[in-house]
DNA sequence: CTCTAATCGAGACGGTACGTCGCGTCTTACG
DNA sequence: CGTAAGACGCGACGTACCGTCTCGATTAGAG
């Protein structure tokens, strides 16, 4: 999705300051309330600019969003992908880097981003466990996927916006015990 | 949201229209893109005449989704409610439910309707579950009902778009599964 | 050009008042650097309304520049159609005329709108006097309307703008005389 | 207006491919319809560049028109400052001067630069006629050259677009005996 | 024949106007 | 005289072109 880190430095500047601008938009703001003027004022940079570089606020969102659930998902796939043993490890970095970048993450999950990044989320998950087995399975790896990644995000939405008192522990915990019941791992010990 | 039923036949007729023209333009086009003016022809309305009858096209989806929802839910709730013994027959009456109106729950749950439906499923289910207990859970009653919610919703909608084979019985037996995971009743026998 | 006059009072209002506004904006400004914001802006319009009317500001100057040049043509026509004994008749009652609303006219001779004056009158007058002869003439009938044509507003042009002291009467004999030249009426006597 | 020829080689080449350029589109286009870019394009010239040799089209144009236009004066000017036995000879010189370069001038007097022509021609010839007489004339000498330009220029336009197949001999009688009807010179013999 | 100063290419950017579309209000003509 | 049709204001959208700017890369012409 995002090109390659573009040479010219303006380029690079203006892209960011516009996602900069977005980011900082959707603290506070639903992403269909949002105009592209807001964005372009924010970011101070040129209405016409903005088209220079995204073709709509989508463009921006999801260029905004890809990057976060790449990072993210190297710290979630394992929950899915590695034998039991590894899985609270998985959801306890994942609750933790959430954490780090609590207000970013709240933003994301919580505001108008959220469909997106559930999208983008869906998408890189498929791509990166392309091993993933549904052999024997119950269930499908295609919903199986949908539902593990709507529940964390759905889980984690839910911390950030009305339990932000619980650690990151509890979260990995009910997180942890969330994905084995769908997972079906405890029923396989 | 829905007035109580209006006397005057007129209005009702109106209303139904309107309701009916939005649910079959549904069918084929993201709420997003559907124009009022759109549903206005399409009911054999007057564009002025909609916004007798509603403010925009956001209400005439909730007033749709609405009583579907409320329908739905009396046959969904006994799977969070009641004991475990009833869970499979109340899952295998929603899929059948389903299954019954399969166009028009196609276009609530996979077209643009989806978060609108929902919403309105959470907002429904923790009105009429206020009786619900979390007492000694590990998983508080709202972020339950979300994730509860969130499975039922993404299972039904990837049935009917990308699984549409299966029967009612096998969708209702992952359902029960995968609710049984996240409310531990397996776990608790 | 000019559809018949609509029912609705709010168009009619609404496409007079374009009408007016370019009209005034001509007395200062050459087509080109008005811009249709500023047409709508001092007809009291809303700026999309302009384009529920007409395409773009030309179109707007056809429709005012037309029905002029029609009213206008019925006095001129005389000189080209009629016998010599009538042309000094026909141009002093052009000139007089042309006097009578010397303001409209200084604006649509001598403002950004000759050339679609200009225009206007040649494809009339070549409408209107298809029973002219150019038979034995030297002179084919299109060049001569051209020319007469030319000839007629650029003379006007220079009298509105530069020669306003001189009156109807001198004028009207300056045009006589010239067209006589190309006409070759006094080459008959 | 053209600033004598420069010194650096790059810089005779770019302003000639710039002229090349507009001239070429002149021929199919108007000069409004012309953008900046497409002239730089075809001149084979950055669009930067453009801006260094002339601040917007229109300089190109009168750049270009300009010594066309004096060139051609040169031909014309015996029309109006010498006794008569010359018109004729000159009308004929003009003509012929055309019809040999005539794509050239059918570009600067069918096209979009008609009116710069037309402006051009006007002062240059009131330039260098600055010692005509009106005298004991009927007609003063700024609007007797207007309209002689403006007949000289419309049968010109006129000829090369549609009346291609008539002899320079023909026209220049034509413009002879035209521009003699205004001069009133037939009629002072 | 270099060296130095200018021209030139490339293209990002701010800005202004355009013309379109959809919403929701409010006037008008018509039954 | 009420009501359906639709004119209107509003404001966002996305496009096109203008003219400015900075940065290197040539390239001419002077020493």
Known sequence: MKTDAPIDRR????????????????????????????IAEKADVSYTTFFRHY??????LADLADDQVVRLLDLCLPL????NEDSAAAC??????????????????TGGAAGAIRASFITRTIEKAFDMRDADDWLPID???????????????????????????????MLDRLLAGIMQRKARR
Chains 1, 2, 3, 4 share one sequence.
Do not use: F, Y
């Open 55 to 60: 073709p709509d606020k989508e463009a921006v």
């Open 92 to 109: 306890l970095a994942t609750c933790r880097h959430i954490s780090d970048d609590r207000m970013l993450w709240t933003a994301l999950l």
């Open 80 to 83: 899915i992908n590695l034998p």
């Open 143 to 173: 919903i199986g996927t949908t539902l593990a990644v709507g529940i964390t995000v759905d889980l984690l939405a839910w911390w950030l916006s009305r339990a932000g008192h619980k650690s990151p522990e509890q979260i990995a915990g």
């Open 11 to 38: 380029i690079r500047r203006t892209r960011k300051a516009i996602r900069g601008a977005l980011q900082d938009l959707l603290h506070t703001t639903a992403l269909e309330q949002i105009t592209i003027r807001e």
